[in-house]
């Protein structure tokens, strides 16, 4: 699937609970970055890390954790503290040097329902 | 921080028609400036980047312009088609080193509806 595998498809989630989402990249990539996207609100940026046991909170990470222990690997945790959860979670990773450098190659997508 | 505004947030063009889609960026730091193509469902996809050391770059129809002393880039998209319809972000990153580098902020993104 392009690369970048993201699992589950679909989860609902009952109030109160964590919930992990996985994003596993066969790319080689240095870089991996999650994001939210609402309708008409673009992209938002959760985390995203550059390197192994390493990242950085985006623009949006309260109420989400991530960690980063294999290069292949970007699992994003949505904790009970995210105010409003339901949304559609995407999964990215690029290179950081040229070629391609920042060129993001997406992963299909997870949609998070809180009920 | 970097903030990114798109305009128009829906456009509906007859297929054959030209559209054009702008963004605005803030930090002068920007210097990566890519667009990308959401169909219905689908992960969005790469169309056309430009760095900031060229002002112009077309691939077949589509062409990207970049106005760094304006601080404003836009996607022109010329003989449309319905296939062109999906929604389309920008999106403006720094290029140099550090914690920053490779973040890409979105722009709110642009319905396009291309009416055959």
């Known amino acids: 699937d392009g690369g970048i595998t993201q699992s589950p498809k679909y989860l609902f989630r009952k109030e109160g609970q964590n919930v992990t989402l996985s994003c596993e990249q066969n790319l080689n990539h240095d870089a991996m970055y999650w994001y939210r996207q609402d309708p008409g609100q673009g992209l938002r940026l959760i985390y995203y890390s550059q390197i192994v046991n390493d990242f950085q909170k985006g623009d949006i990470a309260e109420g989400y954790s991530v960690s980063r222990e294999k290069k292949e690997s970007f699992p994003l945790t949505v904790t009970s503290a995210q105010k409003n959860p339901t949304a559609f979670y995407l999964c990215?990773?690029?290179?950081?040097?040229?070629?391609?450098?920042?060129?993001?190659?997406f992963g299909a997508g997870s949609r998070l329902t809180v009920l | 921080g970097e903030n990114v505004e798109q305009h128009p947030s829906t456009l509906s063009v007859q297929e054959g028609d030209s559209a054009v889609i702008k963004c605005t960026y803030s930090d002068s730091a920007s210097n990566y400036f890519p667009w990308y193509k959401q169909e219905l469902g689908k992960r969005p996809q790469l169309i056309i980047d430009?760095?900031?050391?060229?002002g112009e770059k077309k691939d077949q129809r589509i062409a990207v312009t970049l106005n760094k002393t304006a601080k404003h880039f836009s996607l022109h998209i010329t003989e449309t088609q319905p296939e062109d319809s999906a929604v389309y972000f920008c999106?403006?990153?720094?290029?140099?080193?550090?914690?920053?580098?490779?973040?890409?902020?979105f722009g709110q993104g642009t319905i396009l509806t291309v009416h055959p």
């Open positions: 999106a403006a990153s720094p290029n140099a080193g550090g914690t920053s580098y490779g973040k890409l902020t």
């Open positions: 990215a990773s690029s290179p950081l040097r040229n070629p391609g450098a920042n060129v993001l190659t």
């Open positions: 430009i760095r900031s050391n060229v």
